[in-house]
């Protein structure tokens, strides 16, 4: 078989030197004569595993001192419910961005539990676009401001961080975390579930400013208590010890390859190399994203002829460019460039898109 790409939402593509790692350590761990996945949580190897996770991923963020990184399990879609049970405190109500189709998802799920203000939404133009700022509705006495960092599904993503809100800003960034630089201290709360850009499913990363930690309802369960998960070093109760290895190999690779700026250049020039096959098309394909607010790691675009939409498919299948197919709420097509997905891959995927477009234009 040729070269593959795989260009899936999540799981994502692994980088092939994790892996190479990974098939290592699995019979044996450095010599403990057990495989990884036998560590016992408690043990010295694996806490050293964790602690050097931890520290590298701050290290990767330059997160400041008064923020806790926390690796939890549940997902993103727990962190929905959980956000607002950690973070109401006395308030009854948290404003919200809706963006997308994960923004919506995670504003139900909030509903559950306190009053949501929609902020701001771009529903009304099948969001193609992250809203105004200046535009937002923020209401006062709000507990939080919830945005998602990249619409996964729609291919929308915020090319700023919102400034000046009154409120802590909280972020999904499930899908966009550590491809580019970030700066922690605009945030009071960040999210990430692993499965995109860090590793195997079952790792929800979260970071968040310690003055946080005592708005907790009562009613939140231990093990998905930010402030009781801090103070036991995440590990409360078993943590998810082979995505925490893992996730720890990933920071290694993000480290050995120029960290999170080398990153970014690449995504950027990565997605630009399928915007320029979109835009280059004479309408053939469409973006679903506005320029300005195109996502840089999940790029989504139909064809103007539907009907053509399967053919391309299963054309870009047989050519070993795999999982392209669009968000099941969303259809079209969908290339997912993790960090792990090499500039070859967006390269193969641009000329097959040229190609074909000249075939059925
Ligand atoms: N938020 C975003 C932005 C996502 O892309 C996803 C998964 N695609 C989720 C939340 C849900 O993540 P999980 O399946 O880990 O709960």
Known sequence: MGAVWNFAAGPGAMPAEVLARIREDLPEFKGSGQSVLELPFTGPRFRELIAQAQSDLRQLLAVPEDYEVLFLQGGASAQFSLVPLNLLGGADHADYVETGYWSRKCIAEAARFCRVNVAASSADTGFDRIPDPRDWSVSSGAAYT?????????????PWTPVRLRTPLVADMTSSFLTRPLDVTSFGLIFASAQKNIGPAGLTIVIVRR?????????TPAVFSYRRQAQSASMLNTPPTFAVYVAGLVFEWLRNRGGL?????SNRRKSGLV??????????????????????????????DDVLTERFLDEAQDRGLLNLNGHSKVGGVRASLY???????AAALAAFMAEFANRWG
């Open 146 to 158: 919830h945005i998602t960092s990249n619409e996964t599904a729609d291919g929308v993503e915020y």
């Open 211 to 219: 003055d946080l930690l005592d708005r907790e309802s009562p009613a």
């Open 261 to 265: 700026a080398a990153m970014e250049a």
């Open 275 to 304: 915007y320029a096959a979109i835009d280059g098309s004479r309408g053939f394909y469409r973006s679903l994203a506005l320029a300005e607010f195109r996502s840089r790691v999940n790029v989504c675009f139909r064809l103007a």
């Open 339 to 345: 960090n792990a997905m090499p500039e070859e891959g």
